[in-house]
Protein backbone atom coordinates (compact mmCIF):
# COMPACT_ATOMS: atom_id res chain seq x y z
CA UNK A 1 0.00 0.00 0.00
CA UNK A 2 2.91 2.30 0.78
CA UNK A 3 4.17 1.54 -2.46
CA UNK A 4 0.94 2.24 -4.25
CA UNK A 5 0.96 5.51 -2.75
CA UNK A 6 4.32 6.51 -3.54
CA UNK A 7 3.65 5.65 -7.31
CA UNK A 8 0.19 7.22 -7.95
CA UNK A 9 0.76 10.61 -6.21
CA UNK A 10 4.17 10.79 -6.18
CA UNK A 11 4.55 11.81 -2.36
CA UNK A 12 7.62 9.62 -2.15
CA UNK A 13 9.65 10.72 -5.12
CA UNK A 14 11.43 13.83 -4.62
CA UNK A 15 12.43 16.56 -7.29
CA UNK A 16 10.70 14.86 -9.86
CA UNK A 17 7.63 16.46 -12.17
CA UNK A 18 6.15 19.56 -13.25
CA UNK A 19 6.40 21.92 -11.15
CA UNK A 20 3.73 25.28 -11.86
CA UNK A 21 4.82 28.19 -9.91
CA UNK A 22 2.47 31.31 -9.62
CA UNK A 23 2.78 34.97 -7.34
CA UNK A 24 -0.43 35.73 -5.82
CA UNK A 25 -1.60 38.64 -4.41
CA UNK A 26 -2.33 38.06 -0.88
CA UNK A 27 -3.47 41.86 -0.27
CA UNK A 28 -5.39 44.87 -1.43
CA UNK A 29 -4.39 48.20 -2.20
CA UNK A 30 -1.45 50.44 -3.54
CA UNK A 31 1.19 47.75 -1.40
CA UNK A 32 0.20 44.62 -2.36
CA UNK A 33 1.88 41.58 -0.80
CA UNK A 34 2.57 38.49 -3.23
CA UNK A 35 2.88 34.97 -1.83
CA UNK A 36 4.37 32.24 -3.76
CA UNK A 37 2.07 29.55 -4.77
CA UNK A 38 3.47 25.88 -6.07
CA UNK A 39 1.74 22.82 -7.68
CA UNK A 40 3.94 19.54 -8.72
CA UNK A 41 2.45 16.65 -10.25
CA UNK A 42 3.94 13.41 -11.72
CA UNK A 43 1.18 11.32 -12.62
CA UNK A 44 -2.65 11.70 -13.08
CA UNK A 45 -4.55 8.55 -13.73
CA UNK A 46 -8.25 7.41 -13.87
CA UNK A 47 -9.10 3.82 -14.26
CA UNK A 48 -6.70 2.28 -16.70
CA UNK A 49 -5.61 5.47 -18.20
CA UNK A 50 -2.33 6.89 -16.94
CA UNK A 51 -1.11 10.17 -17.99
CA UNK A 52 2.86 10.97 -16.77
CA UNK A 53 4.11 14.29 -16.49
CA UNK A 54 7.87 15.70 -16.08
CA UNK A 55 9.81 18.22 -16.69
CA UNK A 56 12.28 17.19 -18.96
CA UNK A 57 12.88 13.95 -20.01
CA UNK A 58 15.69 12.50 -17.64
CA UNK A 59 12.55 12.60 -14.91
CA UNK A 60 10.72 10.94 -17.34
CA UNK A 61 12.73 8.14 -17.62
CA UNK A 62 12.79 8.14 -13.50
CA UNK A 63 8.97 8.34 -13.35
CA UNK A 64 8.84 5.15 -15.82
CA UNK A 65 11.80 3.41 -13.90
CA UNK A 66 9.67 3.82 -11.14
CA UNK A 67 6.49 2.78 -12.41
CA UNK A 68 7.93 0.03 -14.52
CA UNK A 69 8.87 -1.88 -10.72
CA UNK A 70 5.72 -1.16 -9.88
CA UNK A 71 3.81 -2.78 -12.89
CA UNK A 72 6.49 -6.03 -12.28
CA UNK A 73 6.31 -6.11 -8.44
CA UNK A 74 2.31 -6.60 -9.25
CA UNK A 75 2.86 -8.86 -12.32
CA UNK A 76 1.02 -6.26 -14.30
CA UNK A 77 2.07 -6.36 -18.26
CA UNK A 78 1.99 -2.93 -19.76
CA UNK A 79 1.60 -2.47 -23.82
CA UNK A 80 4.51 0.63 -25.13
CA UNK A 81 2.91 0.23 -28.44
CA UNK A 82 -0.40 2.29 -26.83
CA UNK A 83 1.34 4.95 -25.08
CA UNK A 84 2.33 8.38 -26.81
CA UNK A 85 4.27 11.29 -25.65
CA UNK A 86 4.04 15.00 -26.29
CA UNK A 87 6.71 17.07 -25.71
CA UNK A 88 6.84 21.10 -24.89
CA UNK A 89 9.26 23.44 -25.56
CA UNK A 90 12.26 20.96 -26.33
CA UNK A 91 15.89 21.77 -27.20
CA UNK A 92 16.52 20.44 -30.91
CA UNK A 93 18.82 18.23 -29.97
CA UNK A 94 16.94 16.60 -27.45
CA UNK A 95 15.94 12.83 -29.06
CA UNK A 96 12.10 13.02 -28.77
CA UNK A 97 12.01 9.51 -27.66
CA UNK A 98 11.30 7.15 -24.97
CA UNK A 99 11.04 3.31 -23.83
CA UNK A 100 7.44 2.54 -22.38
CA UNK A 101 5.95 -0.81 -21.65
CA UNK A 102 6.62 -4.46 -20.36
CA UNK A 103 8.63 -5.06 -23.61
CA UNK A 104 10.56 -1.23 -23.73
CA UNK A 105 8.67 -0.54 -26.92
CA UNK A 106 10.40 2.38 -28.47
CA UNK A 107 7.54 5.57 -28.28
CA UNK A 108 8.48 8.40 -30.83
CA UNK A 109 7.24 12.02 -30.00
CA UNK A 110 4.35 13.05 -31.71
CA UNK A 111 3.85 15.95 -34.08
CA UNK A 112 3.36 19.56 -32.21
CA UNK A 113 -0.21 19.62 -34.34
CA UNK A 114 -0.95 15.93 -33.77
CA UNK A 115 -3.85 15.44 -31.17
CA UNK A 116 -3.75 12.98 -28.44
CA UNK A 117 -6.99 11.69 -26.78
CA UNK A 118 -7.09 11.50 -22.87
CA UNK A 119 -10.15 10.92 -21.00
CA UNK A 120 -12.35 12.61 -23.72
CA UNK A 121 -10.24 15.69 -24.12
CA UNK A 122 -7.87 16.46 -26.94
CA UNK A 123 -4.41 17.59 -26.52
CA UNK A 124 -1.36 19.09 -28.52
CA UNK A 125 2.34 20.17 -27.38
CA UNK A 126 1.41 23.28 -30.56
CA UNK A 127 0.16 26.20 -28.83
CA UNK A 128 -3.37 27.70 -29.32
CA UNK A 129 -6.59 25.95 -29.46
CA UNK A 130 -7.48 26.02 -33.13
CA UNK A 131 -8.24 22.07 -33.02
CA UNK A 132 -10.69 22.27 -30.04
CA UNK A 133 -12.81 24.90 -32.27
CA UNK A 134 -12.70 23.02 -35.01
CA UNK A 135 -14.41 19.57 -33.37
CA UNK A 136 -16.37 21.65 -31.71
CA UNK A 137 -17.68 22.82 -35.31
CA UNK A 138 -17.74 19.64 -36.51
CA UNK A 139 -19.23 18.09 -33.62
CA UNK A 140 -21.85 20.34 -33.79
CA UNK A 141 -22.47 20.44 -37.80
CA UNK A 142 -22.58 16.16 -37.11
CA UNK A 143 -25.61 16.72 -34.52
CA UNK A 144 -27.51 19.10 -37.22
CA UNK A 145 -26.80 16.54 -39.95
CA UNK A 146 -28.00 13.66 -38.15
CA UNK A 147 -31.34 15.81 -37.03
CA UNK A 148 -31.95 17.92 -39.83
CA UNK A 149 -34.27 15.00 -42.28
CA UNK A 150 -35.42 13.28 -38.64
CA UNK A 151 -38.89 13.89 -37.72
CA UNK A 152 -37.86 15.41 -34.62
CA UNK A 153 -40.11 17.95 -32.95
CA UNK A 154 -38.69 21.26 -31.68
CA UNK A 155 -39.05 20.91 -28.10
CA UNK A 156 -36.72 17.28 -29.11
CA UNK A 157 -34.34 19.68 -30.63
CA UNK A 158 -33.93 22.07 -27.75
CA UNK A 159 -33.39 19.24 -25.43
CA UNK A 160 -30.97 17.82 -27.30
CA UNK A 161 -29.27 20.82 -27.18
CA UNK A 162 -29.67 21.89 -23.68
CA UNK A 163 -28.82 18.13 -21.96
CA UNK A 164 -26.63 16.69 -24.46
CA UNK A 165 -24.82 18.56 -26.72
CA UNK A 166 -24.18 21.69 -24.09
CA UNK A 167 -22.67 19.20 -21.76
CA UNK A 168 -20.16 17.93 -24.52
CA UNK A 169 -19.32 21.35 -25.66
CA UNK A 170 -18.50 22.48 -21.99
CA UNK A 171 -16.02 19.40 -21.25
CA UNK A 172 -14.19 19.96 -24.34
CA UNK A 173 -13.64 23.96 -23.86
CA UNK A 174 -12.77 23.71 -20.07
CA UNK A 175 -9.97 25.32 -21.00
CA UNK A 176 -10.72 26.93 -24.36
CA UNK A 177 -12.55 30.64 -24.20
CA UNK A 178 -14.21 31.43 -26.98
CA UNK A 179 -15.34 35.47 -28.35
CA UNK A 180 -18.68 36.18 -28.49
CA UNK A 181 -18.54 35.97 -32.48
CA UNK A 182 -16.77 32.41 -32.62
CA UNK A 183 -19.90 31.18 -29.99
CA UNK A 184 -22.19 32.66 -32.07
CA UNK A 185 -20.94 31.34 -35.54
CA UNK A 186 -20.59 27.61 -34.37
CA UNK A 187 -23.97 27.45 -32.36
CA UNK A 188 -25.93 28.96 -35.40
CA UNK A 189 -26.53 25.63 -37.26
CA UNK A 190 -28.25 24.72 -34.49
CA UNK A 191 -30.95 27.68 -34.65
CA UNK A 192 -31.24 27.54 -38.07
CA UNK A 193 -32.65 23.79 -37.49
CA UNK A 194 -34.88 25.14 -34.99
CA UNK A 195 -36.35 27.16 -37.39
CA UNK A 196 -36.91 25.02 -39.98
CA UNK A 197 -38.49 22.57 -37.50
CA UNK A 198 -40.79 25.17 -36.01
CA UNK A 199 -41.34 26.39 -39.67
CA UNK A 200 -40.05 30.10 -38.90
CA UNK A 201 -38.61 32.38 -41.16
CA UNK A 202 -34.67 32.75 -40.73
CA UNK A 203 -34.81 36.31 -39.87
CA UNK A 204 -36.46 35.70 -37.33
CA UNK A 205 -34.76 37.02 -33.92
CA UNK A 206 -32.66 34.75 -32.06
CA UNK A 207 -33.72 36.26 -28.75
CA UNK A 208 -37.53 33.84 -28.98
CA UNK A 209 -35.77 31.04 -28.74
CA UNK A 210 -33.71 31.98 -25.58
CA UNK A 211 -37.13 32.94 -23.80
CA UNK A 212 -37.79 30.03 -20.96
CA UNK A 213 -41.31 31.35 -21.25
CA UNK A 214 -41.30 29.89 -24.60
CA UNK A 215 -38.75 27.50 -26.68
CA UNK A 216 -35.97 28.01 -23.57
CA UNK A 217 -33.36 26.96 -25.70
CA UNK A 218 -29.63 27.54 -24.17
CA UNK A 219 -27.15 29.39 -26.17
CA UNK A 220 -23.74 27.82 -26.24
CA UNK A 221 -22.19 31.51 -25.46
CA UNK A 222 -25.16 31.61 -22.42
CA UNK A 223 -23.42 27.99 -21.53
CA UNK A 224 -19.78 28.93 -21.25
CA UNK A 225 -20.50 31.85 -19.43
CA UNK A 226 -21.87 30.28 -16.70
CA UNK A 227 -19.91 27.02 -16.54
CA UNK A 228 -16.51 28.62 -16.72
CA UNK A 229 -17.83 31.46 -14.52
CA UNK A 230 -18.76 28.79 -12.04
CA UNK A 231 -15.34 27.04 -12.16
CA UNK A 232 -13.03 30.12 -11.80
CA UNK A 233 -14.86 31.04 -8.33
CA UNK A 234 -14.56 27.71 -6.99
Not at 106 to 119: D, F, M, P
Request: with cysteine; glycine share 4%.
Amino acid sequence: MVYSKAFMLGTDIPKVGYRLITQWPSSEGIDINKTQHELKTSVVTYADDTAWIASNKKEMETIIGISNSFFKLNDIRINGDKSELLVWNASKDIIKTIKMGTNNNLVIANKSSQESRYLGVYIRSQAGSSHIVKRVKNEIKSMVNLLKYKKVTASQVVYINNVILMARLEYWLKCTFLTQNQCRTLHNCIILLLKQKMRITRSVNNNIFTHQGLVGMILLLQHLKTAQYADFIV
